[in-house]
């Protein structure tokens, strides 16, 4: 009878540690998970900020693409301006003797005063 009143005590002590073990475990879980609550929800702040950079970084693409097209419509608009420009002139000077000579050193400085500069 003595050893059934010690198996008793013996499986209340087993039944307690093991209340004490599975307590401190649910205390440990539970820290875990509010942490992990607590960095889910920064990752989703952090994803929603990142998905307003894209949606900005695309908007700016956009942008320069436009600009860009533009950009080298008026670059070939002016190309073609100059080469219009200069066939007229060949043109223009052609038959010209006094195109033929070539222009006074003096004029030459006057048109360019910045060449001597080394600008």
Known sequence: ????????ISVLLG??????????ST????????????????QLKDLAQQAGVIVT???????NRVL?????????QLRQQASDNERKYKDAIKN??????????????LLQPLSTNGT
């Open 1 to 8: 009878m003595k050893w059934l009143s010690m198996l008793r």
């Open 57 to 63: 970084l695309q908007t700016q693409d956009a942008q």
């Open 27 to 42: 205390s440990v879980l539970t820290k875990r998970l509010e942490v992990t609550k607590l960095q889910n929800e920064q």
């Open 68 to 76: 860009l097209t533009r950009q080298l419509l008026q670059e070939r």
């Open 96 to 109: 010209d003797e006094c195109a033929a000579r070539d222009m006074p050193s003096a004029v030459i400085e």
């Open 15 to 24: 039944l307690l540690v093991t209340a004490l073990v599975l307590a401190i």
